[in-house]
């Protein structure tokens, strides 16, 4: 079981050949850290589908990242985990969320939550207060989200600021390599 659900869209057609989700688990390893039970699946090397990990993990929040270029992916994935269960947050995060936020939550309702720019400190705060079951998320910097259909962007982010936490959370992996295969993720301690 895990409270939190990242999940890492698979690639279709023709593309340069997939990128392992290394933002994604940089924000994995800071919840983590932070003692928020945390799993992340890629989905261009799992074998299992959504509905699969849903009854895996049981998480009450998922986080999913992309590119432009997986777009629809991510909002296939959404679509699936509130036809799962509804009540389940759902985070949209990464590049194409971030410059796309309002236009985004205007057209894809399943999706609650945008993280907006470097996704370690935002998805911590939203996080603890999803998780909190009383969110109160007025005050946390860097997110879009919808309110009484109504699209709110809490007080500006950080998008363009350089910070070494994804440097220092990397760290909590402590000398592990994550070896990707075409079906299993195997850590290797150096």
């Not at 939190?4 to 997939?18: C, N, Q, R, S, V």
């Not at 990464?94 to 370690?120: C, Q, S």
């Not at 600021?161 to 993720?185: D, G, P, Q, V």
């Amino acid at each position: 079981m895990s409270d939190i659900l990242l999940l890492h869209p698979a690639e279709y057609g023709k593309t340069f050949g997939g990128m392992p989700p290394l933002g994604m688990a940089s924000i994995t390893s800071f919840l983590q850290s932070k003692n928020i039970s945390t799993a992340l699946v890629d989905l261009q090397i799992s074998d299992c589908s959504v509905e699969q990990l849903l009854q895996q993990h049981k998480p009450q929040v998922v986080g999913i990242g992309g590119t432009s270029h997986t777009r629809f992916v991510s909002f296939d994935i959404a679509r699936q985990v509130k036809k799962y269960d509804y009540a389940i947050r759902v985070i949209y995060g990464g590049p194409h969320a971030t410059f796309t936020a309002e236009n985004t939550l205007k057209n894809i309702p399943e999706i609650d939550y945008i993280v907006r720019g470097k996704g370690e400190n935002i998805t911590y705060s939203l996080a603890v207060q999803l998780l909190s079951g009383k969110p109160e998320i007025e005050n946390i910097r860097g997110i879009s989200c919808r309110h009484n259909d109504v699209i709110r962007r809490p007080s500006g982010s950080k998008i363009l600021t350089f910070c070494r936490s994804r440097f220092a959370t990397m760290m909590h992996f402590k000398n592990t390599i994550c070896f990707l295969t075409s079906s299993t993720f195997q850590p290797h301690q150096l």
